[in-house]
Every structure is written in structure tokens, then in C-alpha cells.
């Protein structure tokens, strides 16, 4: 097998990249510097393209963005497989598998990994020719999204990294309320059409750094985990946020009328306004209508050997 580390040299905090690269150099394994956003999904479709008969492993060295542009670049390719060395700040995906941290920044254990199928969540906007692009984690409106937003020019203030600029983001948005207006359809025939605090769509459970926001997600059961909260009180969210947080929301009585929560194969989402934010694997976008649809066993995905 075929190894190539795609390295996003933007992602994350520090040194990490240049010593990943310069363990590479050493190693004598392939690797590519992506220069811009989008770039190494160029790069892994032309070499796919290229290569139909090899079997290829792709890293993604960077955060949940980054792979959001492996697992693109691989979709429709056989014998292609997707891993992730963790050089982001969020690196949410991974923690789905309960694997120690450290065994994904480990490059032998990598190495020797072996792969399992995961599902994707294809999205597309319902605008005539949009892309069809597809999500390996986690979508986030409304409140969510905002806070993503924030969180860079949190990082900013001193001393203020990850998971701490996530949670004081998390604040500042509460006093300003951000939420959104969206008209939700399931597949089901049910809805929902009003202000929402949030709304988090899951392949994955995990977001923003660690937070459980979709604690039933599983990344191979076939449907994706839906979230919705609805528009509550600021003394009514601050109680909830942690419960939010740490996946626990779902087991409190007290709050269920302010929560739906269903497991779907697809739905449908448009806002009051034209366009919306909507946070795809940690990367900010503007939205129309969307089609959001999940796919079973969309890509394999290598995890670390012990």
C-alpha cells in the first residue's frame, strides 16, 4: 500500500506541522503541502484518477477541515482509504472511536493501521448545478455555527486556547442570543419552522473541541443524529449548555419539551433568509435550501494498530 500524508501547514498551534514533516522527510514517505483551502481534495482526486489499480492510504495532517477534503477527494474511488494525524485545534472525528489520542499522532502505529467503513452525510443546496459535497462529522446552525465564528477572534485574546476559546465563545454568544430561523422537513412527513438556538446534525457525536452535542451518533449505523433546540430563555440555556456539552441532555426531563432529537436517513433545511451560516466539519459556509442525505459505508477509514 501506497502512503501520502496531506498536510495542511495552517492547522492548528505552533511547530506540530514542520516537525510531522520533517518526521516524514526522515521516514522517506510521500507527503503534500496543501497551499490553499480545497487543494488537497485537488490533489487526492488527480492522484486517484491517476493511480485506479494501487491501493493508496491518504492522512489527513490537519484538523476536521482537512479531512473534510480527504474523505471528498476519496468518495467513488476503490481501493482508497482515509487516516487522520491530528495537527488541528478541534480533531473531533477521531474521538468517535474512543482510540488514545497519542496512537493517531503516532506515525508507526498509523502505519500499521487497519480500516474500517464509515458513513458519510452527502449535502447539497437545491440551487440548479450546486456541488454535491459530503461531510464526515458534523454540520452546525445557529447558535453552534456562531460560536464556531467567534472562537478565532477569542483564540486572539492571551492565553486563550481550544477548548477554553470555545467555551468563552459559547458565552458571549448566549448574551447575544444568536440562534437562526429555519423551515426543517424529515423524511418522516414531521417539522419544524421556527427560531432555533441550535441545530447539530451528526454522523459523529462530538464538536467544537469535545463537546457530546449529538450523543447517540454513530459513525456506521446508517442514519445521521439530529438536534434541535429550540428557542429558550438565556436562564433556561445556561443550565442546559453544559448538560450540551458533556451528552448528558438527553437524560434530563426537565428540559425534553425544549429538545427534538430524531435519527433520520434524510431531510431537508432552508432558512427565513436567503442565505444562512452553516459550520461543515468546523469550516464556515453560506447556505440556501439543503438536502442533507446519509451514506452507508461511504469510505474506508484507517484507524492506528496498538
Not at 93 to 105: L, S
Request: hydrophobic share 40%; proline share 4%; with cysteine.
Amino acid at each position: 500500500m501506497k502512503h501520502i500524508f496531506i498536510v495542511n501547514p495552517n492547522s492548528g498551534q505552533g511547530d506540530i506541522q514542520k516537525k510531522l514533516v520533517y518526521d516524514l522527510k526522515k521516514r522517506e514517505l510521500d507527503f503534500y503541502l496543501t497551499k490553499y483551502p480545497g487543494d488537497g481534495e485537488k490533489y487526492i482526486k488527480k492522484m486517484c484518477a491517476a493511480n485506479p489499480a494501487e491501493k493508496i492510504r491518504f492522512y489527513s495532517c490537519g484538523g476536521d477541515g482537512t479531512l473534510n477534503e480527504v474523505v471528498n477527494g476519496i468518495f467513488g474511488f476503490e481501493n482508497v482509504e482515509a487516516a487522520a494525524v491530528p495537527t488541528g485545534s478541534g480533531n473531533d472525528f477521531i474521538k468517535n472511536f474512543g482510540i488514545p489520542f497519542e496512537n493517531f499522532k503516532d506515525i508507526d502505529k498509523q502505519l500499521s493501521g487497519s480500516a474500517v467503513t464509515v458513513d458519510l452525510i452527502k449535502y447539497q443546496e437545491s440551487a440548479k448545478d450546486s456541488e454535491v459535497r459530503y461531510a464526515a462529522n458534523m454540520f452546525n446552525i445557529g447558535f453552534d455555527c456562531n460560536v464556531v465564528i467567534r472562537v478565532a477572534d477569542v483564540k486572539k485574546l492571551p492565553f486563550v486556547r481550544d477548548s477554553l476559546a470555545y467555551m468563552l465563545s459559547i458565552f458571549l454568544t448566549l448574551i447575544k442570543k444568536e440562534g437562526a430561523d429555519l423551515i426543517i422537513d424529515f423524511e418522516d412527513g414531521t417539522n419544524y419552522r421556527g427560531y432555533v438556538l441550535l441545530t447539530a446534525i451528526g454522523n459523529g457525536a462530538f464538536c467544537g473541541g469535545g463537546l457530546k452535542g449529538v450523543p447517540e451518533a454513530n459513525l456506521n449505523d446508517g442514519v445521521m443524529d439530529v438536534c434541535i433546540i429550540k428557542n429558550i430563555s438565556r436562564r433556561t440555556a445556561l443550565p442546559l449548555l453544559p448538560k450540551y456539552a458533556n451528552g448528558t441532555y438527553l437524560k434530563d426531563k426537565k428540559i425534553k419539551d425544549y429538545i427534538i432529537y430524531k435519527q433520520c436517513k434524510s431531510f431537508t433545511i432552508r432558512g427565513f433568509e436567503e442565505r444562512w451560516n452553516l459550520c461543515v466539519d468546523g469550516e464556515i459556509k453560506t447556505a440556501g435550501e439543503i438536502k442533507f442525505e446519509i451514506v452507508p459505508d461511504a469510505v474506508r477509514f484507517s484507524l492506528p494498530g496498538s
